[in-house]
């Protein structure tokens, strides 16, 4: 007897990460990961485990006190207002549970990370998007429609494009009746937070993540800040799918990377100043480059095709990303890496050009 | 002006877990946590990282090979059969998004783990509990109704009660249109696993946590083995939530902890020895215990109200778990812990008893 137990099975497309490689020698510059090694605080932890244990055969702190504690501290808010989980990919999808219960559509640009339809599907949530336009550019006009809430990056991704903070306040304060998402995933590289909005604005979430600016990409960690109604709301959808998400390691670990400031600024500091360098060649050699508050940088070339480029540099061992999506399918995202990194893709494109 | 934006919240009633507390003296017997550190391999994964932590800037490997293959080795399955995940409860979460959609109701015991429900009602899923009997025995032929999909955790929590493997053939063999889910949480400590079953029925799930038998609770991992086709739709589902759910060092402590097979037998060995020695001094003391095939035990006094033990024990800094819901209102469920541990229990219990 055949079962009809397939009927039964979900129907979604999952989201599509960029390539891994085993490769030790490759060059990868397209997954964002910061070139830098994590703070050396992080090694302290290690050290304790090694030593000991034991305390690993226990649940973890279900309330993830001590990291909590931390961030709230470093972002000067109280522990009430900040929410992490297991990486900002788990803050937000556990946000888009907790705040788009509505029948209106929820809205973001078209251009955007591409997870957010993916939620969408998985967790039923109508949505529409809203065209970036031709310079890749959000306007907030745009967003003064009905709808059932509201996620931006700033910066956007892959674009790499930051709006001021005023921007952002314009999207607030025209949607009363929304809670408005506003993804900093890349804002240590040069954007302004919207952190210290949240203290008048109880409809507006921050989410922010270890994965770039602190070098943790490997430890699942990231963060939400908010108003207290917000962030129970947070609390209670996290309790209602699993109460223990992060584990005793990520916790101690992400609260030495946050104590650690002066390393952190360290490492931010010579991402940016690589970035901008690179940015400067690239324009050189006859790239149109976006100006970038990221850790990677968003071109499109006069002459030659994105995929062609692309292509070429992975036979070279060099890997960036492309997206084969409409708008954007003559563009490059390249990720920031160490100089020399970046240098050897310099002269691979100047190879490719010649 | 006061915005609408709270109405778009989720409404919906959280899990209560065990109760934590920090003081170190307190005997904790209420979350079913392993006495026994974990395997000493585990200490090599933070030597390792202690060394360099260098990788931690890189996102995990997303398909979290090195943990599926010990585990496939481990059970004898091949790596497409295996599913990882943040423990078991995520790994549940994620089945519950992937298999059960139908407008029909899953089914489950009426006595069991109490987050079933909490995911139902928070992924919008219809479900009919089915009482166990006066004894809380499950019936097989309870089940033989129409339905969306089947859970059961085998052995049972909080009732500690193991039923052999032609129950979970019965139950799949009635159901050909549904995904059956076998939830062996406890199974190590005396249970006989349904993996073997899995690959002769595609539509069943069986999962495991490495909270209990393998002293992992603070590392978050959990893990199915089921069919190709349902392990392929809970990476999707995985991947349309989130790709990198399980971190660097959790891929690689939950590979040495597989591969220390001596170490869990000693451990699992130690605790049903306990357990049995525990369960004949709780009937000596007047208790009626479930024979039990975990890592608890489940009890009721003839003479003392559970409630009264419980709050007299958590007077004494013992805590075990008391749940006030109908129909086991008057029991208790008992962690087990180290030898010297229940010995205090026991003596506490003897004082209230006097």
Redesign the interface.
């Known amino acids: 007897?055949?079962?009809?137990?397939?009927?039964?099975?979900?129907k979604?497309?999952?989201?599509v990460?960029g390539e891994?490689s085993n490769d030790k020698d490759m060059i990868?510059l397209n997954?964002n990961?910061?070139?830098?090694?994590?703070s050396p605080q992080?090694?302290k932890v290690?050290?304790k485990?090694?030593?000991n244990?034991?305390?690993?055969?226990?649940?973890?702190?279900?309330d993830s006190i001590i990291l909590k504690d931390a961030i709230a501290q470093r972002y000067n808010v109280n522990r009430n207002n900040v929410f992490v989980g297991?990486?900002s990919?788990?803050v937000i999808?556990l946000s888009f549970?907790?705040?788009?219960?509505?029948d209106k559509p929820i809205l973001y640009p078209d251009i955007t990370y591409s997870f957010y339809p993916?939620?969408c599907?998985?967790i039923?949530i109508p949505y529409k998007t809203i065209p970036v336009d031709e310079n890749f550019e959000i306007h907030a006009e745009d967003y003064y429609t009905e709808n059932?809430?509201i996620i931006i990056p700033n910066p956007n991704a892959p674009t790499s494009i930051c709006k001021p903070l005023d921007f952002v306040i314009d999207i607030v304060e025209h949607n009363?009746?929304?809670?408005v998402i506003i993804d900093e995933a890349y804002v240590d590289f040069g954007g302004e937070s919207a952190v210290e909005l949240t203290k008048k604005y109880?409809?507006l979430l921050v989410t922010q993540t270890f994965?770039k600016s602190r070098?943790?990409?490997?430890?699942?960690i990231g963060f939400a800040i908010g108003s207290e109604?917000l962030i129970a709301?947070l609390?209670?959808?996290k309790?209602?799918?699993?109460?223990?998400?992060?584990?005793?390691?990520?916790l101690e670990?992400g609260t030495a990377s946050v104590n650690d400031e002066e390393y952190f600024k360290e490492c931010v500091n010579k991402v940016i100043a690589t970035r901008e360098r690179v940015r400067d060649e690239l324009i050189a050699l006859g790239f149109d480059v976006k100006k970038s508050a990221t850790n990677f940088l968003f071109a499109t070339h006069k002459e030659y095709s994105a995929k062609e480029i692309f292509e070429y540099l992975k036979t070279k061992k060099i890997f960036i990303r492309y997206f084969n999506v409409p708008r954007i399918d003559n563009y490059l995202r390249i990720s920031i890496g160490r100089d020399e990194e970046m240098d050897k893709m310099i002269a691979a494109m100047k190879e490719f050009f010649i």
């Open positions: 007897m055949q079962g009809k137990w397939r009927e039964n099975l979900i979604i497309k999952p989201y990460a891994q990868k997954a990961e910061n070139p830098y090694p994590p992080v090694k290690f050290e485990y090694a030593q244990s034991d305390g690993l055969k226990k649940y973890p702190n279900s297991n990486g990919d788990d999808a549970m907790a705040f788009f219960n509505s993916v939620w599907s998985l039923k059932g809430g009363p009746d929304s809670v109880e409809n994965s070098s943790l990409a490997g430890m699942r109604e709301t609390e209670t959808v309790n209602s799918y699993n109460s223990y998400v992060m584990d005793s390691i990520a670990v």
